[in-house]
């Protein structure tokens, strides 16, 4: 249900009608949370699989498997990245519900470049923000794009150093494909490098998603970071 209020704000002496919109569902924000989530799980038990920096105290008996559990934890957070990253995939290329179809037709703005001059000059403080098709500006399109790009790359490689640990079950159905994309990288060593640039590449976007986000909330006034949490954005009335 749309709500109507009015703006505290006034331009040229009159109110300014706002309209209370649905922007995300409940289910895109819980696979966005799922998905943040993850990603810092994934980040710090990935740099200790990498640089073990803490040590289990001495034992004469095999109890202390710290960088085992490390590793399973791992490992069940990655594949609930790899089923958070496919719905959502597939959701952006099907989904119905308007959420996703707004999506979709951002990327109108993609291809239009009097927007994007619209939009680089909002950023630097030269221009209004432009009138947009869809819920994402072309920049913040750009980042989400490379954002799953390398989410699809972490997930290959991923695979590939899982199938040469795990050679049963998941890790021994899916080997045969992780010795092909092995080979189409050079090499295990080439993977565990890609894995880790792609990681350090990630979290770059991340930090740049953060920065648009918070800029976009503090300059347009419109609730668009709240909607993340609530669903709900604010829109003048036009």
Known sequence: MQKEHEENAHHHGEAVEVIEVKEFTSAYRWQHWVRALSIVILTITGFYIAYPFIDPSSNAEPTNFLYANIRAIHLVFGFLMIAVVVIKTYLFLFGKETTYRSELLSLKNLISPKIWIQQLGYYMFLSKHPPLKGVYNPLQFMAYFGMYMLFFLLIITGIVLHVHVYHEGLGGLLYGMGRWFEALMGG?????????????????????HIYMAIFNSVFAKNGSMDAIFSGMKWNKKH
């Not at 565990?192 to 590449?201: F, K, L, T, Y």
Request: hydrophobic share 70%; no cysteine; glycine share 0%.
């Open 188 to 208: 295990l060593a080439n993977v565990r490098e890609i894995h880790h640039i792609s990681m350090w590449a990630l979290l770059i976007i991340i930090v740049v």
